[in-house]
């Protein structure tokens, strides 16, 4: 499976090619209160997954800096504790940590277990994690009626498969599976991170608003960061591991360099194909440099770790002229630099106090070399936004939001979107107490796109960055990979996916209008548009 991340990033980034300009004088921006406490989430989960990764390798390795490593962990939690406190109250704020801290314990008793060879141990871990999604499910949804305690329980049995995944695989030594999963468990708990900044908005619109943001600019700002800081975790790992002549050195650095590919593919989805060849070039050079500072400092060699760093120190200026050339109003070669430099200092930093088994001071500087990532993705996205102004959706643009509205009947092939009629090949109809309707000729009708497998019988539709998968027969579906029951299940008719009505309705945010004299429905949502494609207008 592809990691979310790249999908995101691509699919954001592209945006600025794929909407035509719009007539507007507004200045748009990647910050808002909404976007700012998404990023927060999603930068705080995502850390968690990969320091869990570390931590728990270090456990069945027995490793000197395993105290150290989970005590970063543990402060990641404190971190995220602090986010919902502030949120929700200091009462919330302790039964979050009591819960998170509960949840990481068990991951540690699954690693005891598993370096004594005790397999009820690890079974007994596996099912206090298996408990543990419903109990923190059931807490969110008592502090947020928008998140549902069984959708969460379900997000988080990912996660812990995932984690659990990775850590097999590295005791069985399969490397290379071992940080595949290892990166899907950071896209996981970025989603997921989506997935709470968004109810906790829903929650508190007035508190949390996109004022002066736009979806795109946001996306894209999730996207760069989240890369940027895999990037900074990764590279950490890759040196440890490198100088300690690990054997999944490389499997380290390939998932490093997997992360490099994806934020290839993200310029790419901006400045074409040369520019990203460009990038690609400078990106992985300069990964280059800091293999040769490991290898210096294994060979006790000054003289080429300063090599090392000289050149590193010179990337910084190299990488700032490249995205000058691109981009001349917004990016200057020395901010550029000069943005490098910590990033640079920080990974030497925990690099260096490793090999001088200053542990504590590793993960300090590992934290901070996170978290800067995510500050020059920032500067990024907003230098890409200002430079695409045209191209980047303004919600604050008042004839850019409209209330969308769709009517259809039972028995009938018309549909009406927006007082626009077309004809369906298939009408809606009622089975044992539901309403179905075809799901390509609705969710097309509001610009999502729809694909089809006739062999396995499953159909996804792709709105915005979120993708639902449904199966034929089954009465369950996907979200971002995420299950949702439907109450009904989903049927083939006149060679059609029909689902029903009222559940795609309030997934997607629609208020549904039943009329029982003609049996008519009408659904209402108000929603930011794009300007007309083919038929009416499009959600985006």
């Known amino acids: 499976m592809k990691p979310m991340i790249k999908t995101l990033a691509t699919a954001a980034l592209g945006l600025t090619l794929i909407f035509p300009a719009m007539a507007s004088a507004h200045t748009y921006s ?14 705080l989960l995502g850390e968690h997954a990969e320091l869990a990764v570390i931590a728990m390798q270090k456990g069945i390795d027995g490793a000197a800096d395993f105290n150290d490593v989970a005590a970063a962990l543990l402060a990641n939690g ?38 004594k060879n005790d397999t ?47 850590f097999d695989d590295y005791v ?68 440890q591991k490198g100088i300690n002549g690990a054997p999944d050195f490389d499997a380290a650095a390939g998932a490093l360099l997997a992360n490099s590919d994806d934020l290839t593919a993200a310029i790419i989805s901006v400045y074409g194909a040369d520019a990203g060849k460009a990038f690609k070039g400078l990106w992985n050079t300069h990964i280059s440099f800091f293999v040769d500072y490991v290898k210096a400092t294994a060979a006790k060699d000054e003289v080429k770790r300063q090599e090392a760093l000289d ?14 050339l691109a981009n001349p109003n917004n990016f200057k070669t020395a901010d550029i630099a000069g943005a490098l430099k910590p990033h640079v200092a920080q990974l030497i930093s925990a690099f260096d ?31 890409i936004v200002a430079q695409f102004q045209d191209k980047f959706h303004d919600p604050k643009a008042p004839s850019m939001t409209n209330t969308m509205k769709i009517w259809l009947k039972i ?12 004809m369906m090949d298939t009408a809606p109809f009622m089975w044992e107490g539901s309403t179905y309707v075809p799901l390509r000729f609705l969710a097309e009708g509001i610009g999502a796109k729809v694909t089809w497998d006739q062999a396995t019988q499953t159909a996804w539709v792709k709105a915005g960055n979120d993708t639902l998968t449904f199966w034929i027969g089954k009465n369950e579906m996907e979200v971002n990979g995420m299950k949702k029951e439907i109450g009904a299940p989903v049927v083939l008719k006149d ?15 629609w208020d549904v209008t039943w009329n029982e004299a003609d049996w008519s429905i009408t659904l209402n949502k108000a929603m930011t548009m794009s300007i007309d494609m083919d038929m009416g207008t499009h959600m985006h």
């Open 30 to 43: 990647i910050k808002s209160g909404a976007s700012d406490l998404r990023i927060t989430i999603e930068s």
């Open 78 to 115: 404190d971190d995220l504790s602090a986010a919902i406190g502030s949120v929700y109250g200091a009462d919330a704020a302790k039964a979050f940590k009591g819960l998170w801290s509960t949840h990481i314990g068990f991951f540690v008793d699954y690693v005891t277990a598993t370096a």
């Open 120 to 166: 009820a141990g690890r079974k007994s871990a596996l099912d206090k994690l298996d408990k543990y999604g419903p109990d923190f499910g059931a807490f969110l949804e008592s502090a947020n009626p928008n998140l549902k305690a069984a959708d969460v329980a379900e997000g988080l049995k990912a996660h812990v498969s995932q984690l659990i995944e990775a």
């Open 172 to 239: 069985n030594k399969d490397y290379a599976g071992a940080y595949k999963a290892e990166r899907e468990a950071y896209s996981h708990m970025i989603h997921f991170g989506h997935v709470l900044a968004d109810a906790i908005v829903k929650q508190y619109p007035d508190k949390f608003t996109n004022q002066g943001a736009s979806v795109a600019s946001v996306d894209l700002r999730s996207a760069l960061d989240g890369l940027l800081s895999e990037h900074g975790g990764l590279a950490v790992l890759a040196m």
């Open 311 to 324: 050149k590193l120190n010179q990337y910084g200026t190299d990488f700032g002229a490249f995205l000058e």
């Open 353 to 383: 106090s490793y090999v001088g088994k200053n542990y504590k001071q590793t993960y300090a500087s590992t934290r901070e070399a996170y978290a800067h990532m995510a500050h020059t993705g920032d500067y990024l996205a907003t230098g």
């Open 411 to 422: 028995g009938s092939s018309t549909i009406t979107i927006d007082d626009k009629s077309m």
């Open 495 to 509: 060679g059609r996916t029909q689902v029903p009505l009222r559940f795609i309705t309030e997934l997607l945010g």
